[in-house]
């Protein structure tokens, strides 16, 4: 499996940028697809959005509505998720995860890494 280290959360207020950045442990990386995911308090994980890895295709939760960006830098193994005009309810614990499939996926069950999470928390 390939190690993720997710990092970039903190506290923000309303209205506010973060960038996550999610960084793998080995060059295999550039071949699976990555998604990133969060977990309110008391709610079930969500699919936030999704790149492929050979193609620059993404996909995104309709929650997103434009303020979210999925990006990645192949020659360094990472992926980032910025996120803009940041909401209370982006509060949460958000997850990069990778899969086998090469394209993009929502379906957490189809990844088989996963970070430790970083975690976001914005104030009103």
């Known amino acids: 499996q390939v190690q993720l280290v997710e990092s970039g959360g903190g506290m923000v207020q309303a209205g506010g940028s973060l960038r996550l950045s999610c960084a793998a442990s080995e060059r295999t990386f550039r071949d699976k697809a990555i998604g990133w995911f969060r977990q309110a308090p008391g709610k079930e994980r969500e699919f936030v959005a999704a790149?492929?890895?050979?193609?620059?295709?993404?996909n995104y939760a309709d929650f997103v509505k434009g303020r979210f960006a999925i990006s990645k830098d192949n020659a360094k193994n990472m992926v980032y998720l910025q996120i803009d005009r940041m909401k209370p309810e982006d509060t949460g614990v958000y997850y990069c995860a990778a899969t086998e499939l090469l394209l993009w996926t929502t379906f957490d069950h189809e990844y088989n890494s996963w970070g430790q999470g970083t975690q976001v928390t914005v104030s009103s």
């Open positions: 790149i492929s890895w050979s193609r620059d295709d993404t």
